[in-house]
Structures are given as C-alpha cells and as structure tokens.
C-alpha cells in the first residue's frame, strides 16, 4: 500500500478512536467507532487481508454497531449530564495511558523494523508450486490458478485453513455462538418475582 | 512504503486510545466500545505480523484465522454484554458505573 494511504487510513482510523472518548452523546460515540472501524478496514485492505477487511465490515460496522445503537436507542439515553468528577482517577487513568504510550515507543525504537516481502507473480507462482508439491493443493485448483496468474486468493485460502487445520475451533465457534444466544435469551426473559 | 513498525505503532496507539477510554468514561456502553476498539487493534497487529512473516511466499494464514476467531468471539460477546446492560438498565434505571456500586466491598 502506498505510503499516503497508509497515513490517511491511519488517521481516519485514530481520530474515529479519539472521537469515541471525546464525544458525550454515546450516538455519536458509536458512529465514531464506525468511522474507525471503516478505517481499519482500509488498513486491513492495505495489508492483502481482503477477507479480514470484508468480514470487519460486514460484522463490526454492519451488525455490532447497529446492536449497539439499537440498544442506546432502545434505553432512550441523554447526553451524560455534567457531573463534579473526582481528579485522581483520571489523573491515574491517564498516566497509565502515558506509560503505555511510553513503553510501546520504547519497544518500537529498539526493535528491529522489517518492510513488506513482495507479492508480486513470481513469489506467487513460487509458492503454488511449493504448496503443489507438499500436495496441499491440487495443480489444476483454484487456489493454484490464481497464483500462477499472479493473484492472491486470499478467501480460497482462508477457507482452506479454516475446513482443516481449523476444523475443530470451528465447531466449538459454533456451540459458543449456539450459547452466547440462549444466553440472550435468559437474560432478556422477563424474570416473574412469583417463580 | 509502510514499515512493520508503522503498523504496530498505529495499532498501539489505537489501544491506548481504547485503553484510556474504558478508564476515563463513565457511560458503561462506551467503555464496552472501547473495549472492541482494543480487540481490534490487536487484530490489526495480528494481521500485520501475518503479512510481515511470509510462510511459503504467502501471508502467514495462521495470523488471520485468529483475527477471525477473535472478530466472531467478540459478536458473541457483544451480544451477551449488551443484554447484560439491558438487564442491568431495567433494574438500576442507569448506565452510569458511578451509580452502579453495590458489589464495591
């Protein structure tokens, strides 16, 4: 990714974040996670994880959000009205923030800074016949196409991975969704003080 | 071009943005959006390993399928959470954590 887009994304991506705390209607709040997560889909886009962008918009901006405001909606919230807070916990607060920001330019400056291996068709067709002869894919597949061509089918191979060195997490994935919504359910169920 | 540490800066920094919020803020709602901003900056170094540490030629999938993980977890646990403040809602009538102080021992 060129170097601009990467700045712009960024900053898309960081400001939406600054505006999440800084703005007092949680609406608003909640549409500044938008904004954020529609830059970090860029940023994700940038990285040729075209699959993880997608689903980053489809699931956080598209339906987790949208819950999100359903529920503020649904709670009909004020703004926050102005209350006398006490100054040492966001003194502390934010000199924990500091120390973070502190430490990670620290870490960042000490280590070792790599730039982006190339994907260009010959690493490409490279690697499909690597993964031909390991006999993962087949030489006529999809997967092997559209590398010889020079493209990267990223779905193709996320799926891949996912039906078979991932088959098991799959399936526990889905029993913790099965129970994350009757959790849902229990929870939101009228409780009757008689029972 | 951006550099590895590029990315990994941007994503510290989006924690402590999530960080800083789920410590300052008093509406219980934003602090459980600050917290997916923190699951996703994880996720962004997640991916930027995954495409800074080629296997084979290829981005490193193991790095993505974990994103994966992590994104369907984390709309689990929204939808869990936001019934948790539902319920909490219609018993206290408030979102406020300042109000909400009946388990502080």
């Known amino acids: 990714m060129p170097s601009y887009l990467f700045w712009l994304f960024s900053a898309v991506m960081l400001i939406g974040g600054g505006a999440v705390i800084a703005l007092r209607n949680p ?83 000490r280590s070792p800074d790599t730039v982006a291996p190339a994907l260009d068709q010959a690493t490409l067709a490279e690697s499909a016949s690597a993964l031909v002869n390991s006999g993962s894919i087949a030489a006529s597949g999809k997967i092997a196409t559209a590398l010889n061509a020079g493209r990267l089918p990223d779905v193709h191979l996320i799926g891949r991975a996912l039906f078979t060195d991932y088959n098991l997490p799959l399936q526990i994935l889905g029993v913790i969704l099965l129970v994350a919504t009757v959790g849902c359910v229990a929870l939101s169920k009228k409780t009757n003080p008689s029972d | 071009m951006a ?86 809602f219609r018993a206290r009538q408030t979102i406020h954590t300042d109000d909400l102080t009946s388990m502080r021992g």
Do not use: W
């Not at chain 1, 500044?32 to 962008?53: K, M, N, R």
């Not at chain 2, 008093?26 to 080629?54: D, G, K, Q, Y």
């Open chain 1, 27 to 109: 609406v608003a709040s909640a549409l500044a996670v938008v904004t954020c997560f529609v830059g970090l889909a860029g940023l994700f886009v940038g990285l040729s994880a075209f699959f993880v962008g997608v689903i980053q918009i489809l699931v956080y901006t598209g339906a987790v959000m949208v819950l999100f405001i359903f529920i503020i909606m649904l709670l009909n919230l004020q703004d926050e009205a102005k209350r006398a807070k006490p100054m040492t916990p966001i003194l502390a607060g934010l000199g924990l923030v500091v120390a973070f920001v502190i430490q990670l330019l620290g870490v960042l400056a």
């Open chain 2, 3 to 88: 550099t590895l540490n590029d990315y990994l800066l941007v994503s510290g920094l989006l924690f402590a943005i999530g960080l800083a919020g789920v410590v300052l803020r008093r509406n219980i709602i934003v602090v459980f959006m600050c917290l997916e901003l923190m699951l996703s900056a994880a996720n962004l170094t997640l991916v930027a390993f995954s495409r800074f540490h080629p296997s084979h030629g290829l981005p490193d999938y193991n790095g993505q399928m974990l994103v994966f993980f992590v994104i369907t977890v984390a709309a689990a646990e929204v939808a869990v959470g936001l019934a948790i403040i539902v319920a909490l």
